[in-house]
């Protein structure tokens, strides 16, 4: 399948794209930030704010999305507020393009916005060591199970069951700084070694600090449209080829196996619908909260075998100029992570197939060309859920 074949029954193709501002942002609020990118995403795209009859948040307001579209001034026919933690957006991304395709919209946005560092900074709250403490959850909580020991735990799992090291872990880390290095817009650029990864304070065993994303506040949005605005566009569009969504557990005695995330269901399914293979993908975009959402992400969605991951990120096979070019803007690990990152994964996709990454950080193609081909990939919860796109250029 080639960028632009139809995606249900019509094309759907990514409008606009645009960051609000990133990484210590003291004097602003969510809601600010949701309507900073909203204009900007308006902007980049070169259509008017009456186009939009569809619109999807998630994570601000007491009745979302409607709290943040009055907020906005939009008046939407079709909204979706689905929330499934970091793959948040690629789940939404999909609903709205089902829709797209369907008729039942014609113009989506998709806004994020969160003030996380600033508002701990600040004292207007803490940091939380689990999501809550009903239904499933009741039976880990009480013992410390917190978000990142799950994490940690599956982590050991893959490097017991693969032989998978500290070492190759921490690569993950290296290379997304060098990533975020070339990047104005990234939180930290300054390069680190695997032996400043692994000589960090232990946060969670195996993880230290620099195995874990950093804490940002920040925002972005994203305008989906129906192929029938593209000829008004202010840039050329890229297209939504394909997604997939799977969900997996929530008590981590549910989960049949700690080294397979729910991506290995959704990036088939995104990959099938799109017509390509893994192997025809020029850069990825992946959530990673913790380098191992990384590693076994990327094997999940079929860039290497499964136990393979610790040996494919050696050697720089993520940097920019690498094999796979992964997070290239830096990802949550250097770039931001303002809470819910899935978005920020497909406004950096747009903007590397369009070619608007910047001389210093532009993904090429071997002979030159732009990349045409990217996928996104989400994952929520502690490897609960995955949200997968795939996407083209024109």
């Known amino acids: 399948m080639t960028p632009g074949t139809r995606y249900g029954n019509r094309k759907v193709a990514v409008a606009g794209v645009a960051l609000s501002d990133c990484g210590r942002v003291d004097e602003a609020t969510p809601y600010a930030l949701h309507a900073q990118a909203a204009r900007r995403a308006l902007a980049d795209s070169g259509l008017d704010r009456s186009v939009i009859d569809g619109f999807a948040s998630a994570g601000l307001g007491t009745l979302a999305p409607v709290e943040v579209a009055e907020y906005l001034g939009l008046r939407p026919t079709w909204v979706d507020s689905t929330s499934v933690g970091g793959s948040t957006w690629e789940v939404l991304a999909a609903h709205a393009a089902d829709a797209i395709a369907a008729g039942h919209a014609s113009a989506v946005l998709l806004v994020y916005g969160s003030t996380a560092r600033a508002d701990i900074k600040a004292g207007r709250r803490t940091s939380n060591l689990s999501f809550g403490a009903r239904g499933p959850l009741q039976f880990e909580v009480p013992y410390g199970h917190s978000l990142i020991a799950k994490y940690a735990m599956a982590a050991r799992r893959h490097m017991h069951q693969y032989g998978t090291t500290l070492e190759q872990l921490a690569q993950i880390a290296v290379q997304a700084r060098a990533n975020a290095a070339a990047n104005p817009d990234a939180m930290y650029r300054d390069p680190i070694t695997v032996d400043d990864v692994l000589s960090g304070p232990v946060i969670a065993d195996p993880f230290t600090k620099l195995h874990c994303c950093i804490r940002s506040d920040g925002g972005c949005a994203v305008l989906l449209v129906a192929e029938d605005y593209v000829q008004d566009l202010a840039k050329p569009p890229v297209w939504v080829l394909g997604s997939g969504t799977s969900v997996s557990h929530t008590t981590m005695s549910e989960w049949d196996d700690f080294t397979v995330s729910p991506a290995a269901v959704s990036g088939r399914l995104a990959f099938e619908r799109a017509g390509v293979r893994p192997s025809e993908i020029d850069l990825a975009e992946l959530y990673d909260a913790f380098t191992y959402m990384t590693l076994v992400t990327l094997e999940d969605l079929g860039f290497c075998a499964k136990g393979e991951g610790g040996a494919f990120v050696e050697k ?33 996709a747009v903007r590397q197939l369009r070619g608007e990454a910047g001389p210093d950080r532009q993904v090429r193609k071997p002979g030159g060309a732009l990349p045409q081909l990217a996928v996104a990939s989400g994952t929520g919860g502690w490897f609960c859920s995955s949200g997968t796109v795939v996407l083209g250029r024109g």
């Open 316 to 348: 720089g096979r993520l940097l920019r100029d690498g094999e796979l070019p992964v997070n290239t803007d830096g990802g949550g690990l250097a770039a931001c992570h303002p809470g819910m990152r899935g978005l920020f994964l497909l406004v950096e």
